[in-house]
């Protein structure tokens, strides 16, 4: 069984800086994917970064030159630098994962649970 494990997120105020981890463990061949959605208070989930392996890596125009998204293949593990924060980019942060294993080696989704980040003065 695959687990995602996010942390990083909190309390920062604007111009602040965070940094948002993703931690994937079990049976793992191949993490496709790796990407970084949000979702504000009473809107839909969006796409705020992806990083697909032969892809070039996706930022919502929203968060361009502001955060960067980056990958440990050989620790399975997703991170999201997050600079000159706004308090528009409140919401919970969920990671998510297409990976091969051996029960799936054409590939699987995972969704991490979700970690708050909160931009305020």
């Known amino acids: 069984q695959v687990q995602l494990v996010e942390s990083g997120g909190g309390l920062v105020q604007p111009g602040g800086s965070l940094t948002l981890t993703c931690a994937a463990s079990?049976?793992?061949?191949?993490?496709?994917?790796m990407a970084w959605y949000r979702q504000a208070p009473g809107k839909q989930r969006e796409l705020v970064a992806d990083?697909?392996?032969?892809?070039?890596?996706k930022y919502a125009d929203s968060v361009k030159g502001r955060f960067t998204i980056s990958r440990d293949n050989d620790k399975n593990t997703a991170t999201l630098q997050m600079n000159t924060l706004k308090p528009e980019d409140t919401g919970v942060y969920y990671c998510y994962f297409d990976l091969a294993t051996p029960t799936f080696p054409m590939g699987v989704e995972y969704w991490g649970e979700g970690t708050l980040v909160t931009v305020s003065s």
């Open positions: 079990g049976n793992i061949m191949t993490v496709r994917t």
């Open positions: 990083d697909t392996i032969g892809i070039r890596t």
